[in-house]
Nanobody
Framework: QVQLEESGGGLVQPGGSLRLSCAAS???????MGWYRQAPGKQRELVAR???????NYADSVKGRFTISRDNAKNTVYLQMNSLKPEDTAVYYC???????????????WGQGTQVTVSS
């Protein structure tokens, strides 16, 4: 069973920065890792994701402000968030796409979520 442990959320003023971390354990076959967020009353949306080979995708709303990276040796993904805005306030969820050789399939795993609040 794959587990995702998130850290780094909190309260920050507009224009500030935060760094989220997510460490995955329980598998050697972790493919794409990413961050999603869900604000109150809204659907969960992709923030950024990074493949095992390093290619990345970002939501338009965070391009130029957020940077996703990963350390494959540690099975850890990071999200550096700069120039934060009040509209970035949400619960941020770590996601990992994991290959399961026994079933020849991929499975999505989610972290428990970490709150990011941007407010003065």
């Amino acid at each position: 069973q794959v587990q995702l442990e998130e850290s780094g959320g909190g309260l920050v003023q507009p224009g500030g920065s935060l760094r989220l971390s997510c460490a995955a354990s329980g598998s050697r076959f972790i493919d794409t890792m990413g961050w999603y967020r869900q604000a109150p009353g809204k659907q969960r949306e992709l923030v950024a994701r990074i493949a095992s080979i390093g290619s990345t995708n970002y939501a338009d709303s965070v391009k130029g402000r957020f940077t996703i990276s990963r350390d494959n040796a540690k099975n850890t993904v990071y999200l550096q968030m700069n120039s934060l805005k009040p509209e970035d306030t949400a619960v941020y969820y770590c996601n990992a796409l994991v290959w399961t050789p026994a079933t020849y399939s991929y499975t999505n795993y989610w972290g428990q979520g970490t709150q990011v609040t941007v407010s003065s």
